[in-house]
């Protein structure tokens, strides 16, 4: 069977791989994307409860993590969140800015999806989807490919769009490392991250009657070995752990025997607080009192789990400070989380030393491309990890 030739072979219809196809169709090349999926975009389409956080205000560098985030610094400045804000109002989708400055669409992000293919169509790629990759291969300077429906292809490039190994249900798998091996890269160590935490039996059992409290805190991860962080957002307590937007964040930070420590009243003198309501009505409930500080069944939970109870002009200085204490300096270890399964991300992936970040080409391997996801390189929650598919699908389509 004679292999059908094309300029670039993308595998992966998701944000990165869809943006690659654009840019290089719009240079004129002819390219083929292939997806296991049977509809392109899938995790666009489920992320931000259906509304898509497509990219932040505030990107930078410094949102990132990897061996080397600045890696990521040239990609992003050459296409930026306002390089994409602007394809978004091209395409008339309204949108909304949320918290620390998250853009989401005000309808659905169906439309993210659909102003994407309608750019690919209008580029002239061409999408198989439902197809993945059998086998592939160098074929003297360009590659050659087997696809799973029999189809054989040829390419002078190849770009690894498949993402990594977050959200398995999807199909989500380590092909993309395994090929990046192959051909000589390295990878690191890959974990999942922006994923909620989980604790042994004893604590889980104090803490399940709170499953569905939310409050405000600053989160921060407890190492001596690597950078330490502090996230302010909601933590949310559940039937499994702890998860919200300060668990996710943190979550990428935090690393198997450490701990955490967490601020549940965050920039509140609770101490101080909690003697003004004794001197002002000594005969008030503690619990009721630190209910003025935290969600009721939060501070019914924190006093008794410290056996402080009683009226408040029962209550030493020393135990209130104790609570106080145990309020804005909770230090708990989380024995695991809850894995892949639930990870919005995959934390580390194809090392950024073996890489162009002009063109995200493999500096060992001309024209293998890699992109998104598949990187070492690894946003914060908040539009961080949609912005670097943007940018790094955007910069291999100049070039591959």
Same mark, same amino acid.
């Given at each position: ?24 169709? =719009?240079?004129?090349?002819?390219? #083929? $994307? @292939?997806?296991?999926?049977? %509809?392109?975009?899938? /995790?666009?389409?489920?992320? *931000? ?102 189809? =054989?292809?040829?390419?002078?490039? #190849? $770009? @690894?769009?498949?993402?990594? %190994?977050?959200?398995? /249900?999807?199909?989500?798998? *380590? ?110 409930? @503690? ?114």
């Amino acid at each position: 069977m004679k292999a059908e030739p094309y300029d670039v072979l993308i595998v992966g219809a998701g944000a990165a791989g869809m943006m690659c196809a654009i840019e290089a169709g =719009r240079r004129g090349r002819r390219v #083929l $994307v @292939v997806d296991h999926a049977a %509809k392109p975009g899938e /995790k666009i389409r489920i992320s *931000g409860g259906g509304r898509c956080n497509f990219t932040n205000t505030g990107t930078t560098a410094a949102n990132f993590l990897g061996e080397n985030p600045r890696f990521a610094t040239s990609a992003l400045k050459r296409f930026s969140q306002r390089d994409f804000i602007a394809m978004v109002d091209r395409a008339g989708i309204a949108w909304h800015e949320k918290t620390l400055g998250q853009l989401f669409c005000d309808d659905s992000a169906k439309q993210i999806v659909r102003m994407l293919s309608d750019a690919m169509r209008a580029a002239g790629v061409t999408l198989k989807l439902g197809t993945g990759v059998a086998e592939v291969d160098r074929a003297g300077e360009g590659w050659s490919a087997t696809l799973s429906d029999g189809v =054989r292809v040829t390419a002078a490039s #190849l $770009v @690894v769009a498949s993402g990594g %190994k977050s959200i398995p /249900k999807m199909g989500a798998t *380590g092909w993309g490392y395994d090929l990046a091996r192959r051909h000589g890269l390295r990878v690191t160590e890959t974990r999942p991250a922006l994923v909620p935490l989980t604790f042994e039996a004893g604590l889980l059992e104090q803490l399940s009657p709170l499953a569905g409290v939310a409050v405000d805190v600053a989160a921060t991860n407890v190492t001596t070995e690597r950078e330490r962080a502090t996230f302010r957002e909601a933590m949310l307590f559940t039937h499994r752990g702890l998860s919200g937007p300060a668990i996710l964040q943190i979550s990428s930070y935090w690393r198997e025997g450490e701990a955490i420590t967490l601020a549940m009243a965050p920039d509140r003198d609770v101490y101080g607080e909690l003697k003004v309501a004794k001197e002002a009505n000594g005969k008030q409930a @503690v619990h009721t009192a630190l209910s003025q500080i935290l969600p009721r069944r939060l501070a019914e939970s924190i006093a008794a789990r410290h056996e402080v109870a009683g009226k408040l002009a029962e209550i030493g200085d020393k135990r209130l400070k104790s609570l106080a204490e145990a309020v804005n300096r909770w230090t708990v270890k989380p024995v695991g989380s809850e894995g892949y399964r639930t990870a919005e991300v995959t934390l580390g992936g194809v090392a950024t030393e073996g890489l162009d970040q002009q063109t995200m080409q493999a500096n060992s391997v001309p024209g293998l491309f890699l992109i998104g996801e598949v990187v070492d390189i690894t946003g914060w929650l908040g539009g961080y990890n949609f912005q670097w598919a943007w940018s790094s699908g955007w910069a291999a389509g100049q070039a591959c």
